[in-house]
């Protein structure tokens, strides 16, 4: 079975430029989640949605940073513009509980480096 | 503070070793506990989920303590591909997500 398919696996870009990146999660896992990993912060959530509805997005940096989920196969989170401070790597993940009180199944992740 | 607070290590132990992590969490309501692995440069999978009894599978043990708010894992024998990040992870239910910790480092050398 295809597990969370995230891409690009890497992107370089330079600061100003806008950034997609992009998310299938399993098929039938209805909460999709945005985290971001760095050395300094760890892991955090950025935003996640059940049922393709966004609930909490308390994670969010700021306003540079915007997630959709058109549909419950496919969700992208855009940054725009971007700064080196939005390098890192970034998850996204799905699973079958609602809020991800289950487990979480994690893509390999979007590694994003910003000149 | 942070919710959840995890010695970062790093854990340098030979093989064969048992080794243990603590984590501590802040919210007395969080309901369920895990513990993730990740490797260097990859994704967190799940390692497993902490009972209130505590659980075993194979060498890893994990166990809660409700009333300190930690939970613990241990690891006997340890093999040279236990060497990874581990994660501790609590939820609350009603918040609707999971909070990591910064993980624990382990690097088991021969």
């Known amino acids: 079975d295809a597990g969370v398919i995230q891409s690009p696996r890497h992107e370089v870009t330079e600061m100003g430029q806008e950034v997609t990146l992009r998310c299938k999660p399993i098929?039938?896992?209805?909460?999709l989640f945005w985290y971001r990993q760095t050395m300094m912060r760890g892991l955090e959530l950025l935003i996640y949605?059940?049922?393709?509805?966004?609930?909490?997005d308390s994670g969010m940096p700021e306003d540079r940073f915007s997630a959709k989920m058109p549909n419950a196969s496919f969700s992208t989170l855009k940054i725009q513009p971007s700064e080196p401070r939005d390098s890192a790597v970034y998850f996204c993940?799905?699973?079958?509980?609602?809020?991800?009180?289950?487990?979480?199944?994690f893509g390999e992740g979007s590694r994003l480096t910003v000149l | 503070r942070k919710e959840v607070e995890q010695d970062p290590g790093p854990f340098n132990v030979p093989e064969g070793a048992t080794v243990a992590f603590n984590c501590t969490y802040s919210?007395?309501?969080?309901?369920?506990f895990f513990w993730y692995r990740q490797d260097c440069r990859k994704e967190p999978k799940l390692l497993m989920s902490?009972?209130?009894s505590g659980n075993e599978d194979g060498r890893f043990t994990a166990q809660l303590n409700r009333a300190s708010q930690y939970i613990s894992l241990l690891i006997r024998d340890s093999k040279l591909s236990d060497s990874a990040t581990y994660l501790c992870?609590?939820?609350?239910?009603?918040?609707?997500?999971?909070?990591f910790g910064d993980g624990t480092t382990l690097t088991v050398k021969p």
């Open positions: 949605f059940n049922n393709n509805v966004p609930i909490d």
């Open positions: 919210n007395s309501a969080s309901q369920s």
């Open positions: 098929s039938g896992h209805n909460s």
């Open positions: 992870v609590v939820n609350k239910v009603s918040a609707g997500k999971s909070t």
């Open positions: 902490v009972y209130s």
């Open positions: 993940a799905s699973s079958t509980r609602v809020g991800g009180t289950g487990e979480l199944f």
